[in-house]
């Protein structure tokens, strides 16, 4: 199933893209076209990049993270300064992620830019974890956010029974991917669509928030700070649940090769998403605050249900159908992205062949994205929302954290490599040491749970010895793999 890097090859009417030695092939590479060749096509505009960006963030974190954000940081204050930090450090990683999205014009995100700065073991590692643990798990917290809110209206007098949410969200993940598995194009559609949704969610939940403050309804802002101090071991799981909400911002570079002239979208896609996002985020915080008390938010499973059903009355009802479609949006658009990165992962050796395949009439990677189906079922079944978050976090920030380094590394190892849109070096320094700073502190916040992603993390490094350099596999083994 494992396989050393391909030469382009036609199999069974869908091509496989690959090239030898561990560099990607780009579309953008100058090398001929090959008649017959089955490709991802170039269908992401600027409007389509930001729905992506923006309906990609815009999901569960806003309408859960605030109770994980207000829990470990013990005041309204702290909570809110949290928000507007995490949108700050959200936006220069966004920015990083720009300039390396216009240097290195590879679709694949975070495994592209490893591999080019780092080499294949750590490249290897990041797709190995993200393909066990890290897009499972964020499926399931996502999905399940969609269950909840979903079935809200059906139960508002009672408790939602658990396998019913788990049932439906099941229903839900399934639907994101026969989509993603159909056409790339209403995957688009569909995305820009539910992006105006999750906007119209927002507004509903900011507007009423600012005619709240009009008429002075600011009791919950006295002695904002005032509370539980906020712990050393406290504040990285509230960074963690904060950044959650923000995450979403590197999946344009996922789908480089299918953006149109990317050296200006992709830097204008960011920018503009994640102003919108920031200032949407934390103008949705305070608006919750106008209405529901520290306590009262602790206790809500449902916030903006909650805020909706103080100030809306029966229009309350349309709230968790919005956010219900805000939480579709974001799967959506997450299975979307990484479904290349495994793509690009599979074109270098480093996943099962089959993995590499185009549907040769719908021109989507259907093998790459139908992969998540069994492993997000059973993260759905078997798991706890906020545990999930918890430990999913570690691996991911980790290495969004060494991707920013080697963004700096790359500054050094290749000056005169042609960048378009470059930052000032602080913002990638401040970015990587504080991912790698929270991440350590992490070790000590949550033990259990990010020791498990450690634990995870750590078998890549065996499986890939295992899997990918050891040429003299037995008979027994390679039959074992199917070979």
């Not at 509370?227 to 406290?234: K, Y």
């Not at 479609?325 to 270098?348: H, T």
């Not at 929270?438 to 993390?457: Q, R």
Request: with cysteine; net charge positive.
């Amino acid at each position: 199933m494992f396989r050393k890097a391909a030469v382009p090859t036609v199999s069974n009417g869908s091509y496989l893209q690959g090239q030898a030695n561990g560099k990607l092939s780009s579309m953008d590479s100058g090398q001929p076209a090959q008649e017959g060749k089955v490709v991802l096509k170039k269908k992401v505009t600027l409007l389509r990049g930001i729905s992506i960006i923006i309906g990609t963030i815009i999901g569960a974190g806003i309408f859960i993270s605030p109770k994980g954000i207000l829990k470990n940081t013990g005041s309204v204050g702290m909570s809110l300064t949290v928000w507007t930090v995490c949108g700050i450090l959200s936006l220069f990683g966004a920015l990083c992620y720009a300039e390396l999205g216009t240097c290195i014009k590879k679709s694949g995100g975070h495994y592209t830019y490893i591999l080019e700065a780092f080499g294949p073991l750590p490249a290897f590692v990041r797709v190995w974890v993200e393909l066990l643990i890290i897009r499972p798990a964020a499926t399931a917290v996502i999905s399940l956010a969609f269950g909840r809110y979903i079935l809200e209206p059906f139960f508002m007098q009672c408790e939602i029974p658990e396998l019913a949410i788990k049932l439906i969200t099941a229903v839900g993940i399934t639907l994101v991917m026969v989509l993603n598995s159909t056409s790339v194009s209403w995957s688009a559609r569909i995305q820009m669509f539910l992006t105006f949704c999750k906007l119209v969610a927002i507004l509903i939940i900011v507007v009423p928030g600012v005619i709240q403050l009009i008429k002075g309804e600011t009791q919950h802002f006295k002695n904002a700070f005032a509370g539980n101090d906020a712990s050393v071991m406290g504040l990285p799981l509230a960074f963690y649940s904060g950044m959650y909400a923000y995450s979403g911002w590197f999946y344009l570079n996922f789908v480089t090769e299918e953006v149109e002239n990317p050296e200006k979208n992709i830097p204008l896609a960011i920018c503009i998403s994640m102003i919108i996002v920031t200032i949407g985020y934390v103008l949705t915080n305070v608006a919750y605050f106008t209405t529901i008390s520290a306590g009262e938010l602790l206790l809500s499973k449902a916030v903006a249900v909650t805020f909706a059903e103080r100030l809306m009355g029966n229009f309350s009802l349309a709230v968790p159908v919005f956010v219900a479609l805000s939480c579709f949006g974001s799967m959506n658009g997450g299975i979307f992205a990484v479904s290349r990165m495994f793509f690009v992962a599979s074109r270098e050796g480093h996943l099962p062949e089959i993995l590499s395949m185009i549907h040769v009439r719908k021109h989507t990677p259907l093998p790459a994205v139908i992969v998540l189906h069994p492993l997000t079922m059973i993260m759905l079944f078997n798991g706890d929302l906020y545990s999930l978050l918890n430990f999913l976090s570690f691996a991911r920030w980790l290495f969004i954290g060494l991707v920013v380094a080697g963004l700096i590394y790359l500054r050094y190892k290749q000056p005169d490599m042609p960048r378009p849109f470059k930052v000032p070096l602080f913002i990638p320094a401040l970015f990587s040491f504080t991912c790698l700073f929270m991440v350590a502190l992490s070790l000590y916040s949550d033990p259990v749970n990010t020791g498990i992603g450690f634990a995870i993390t750590l078998t890549g490094i065996p499986a890939y010895y295992l899997f990918i350099v050891w040429d003299n596999k037995p008979k027994w083994f390679r039959k074992l793999l199917g070979k």
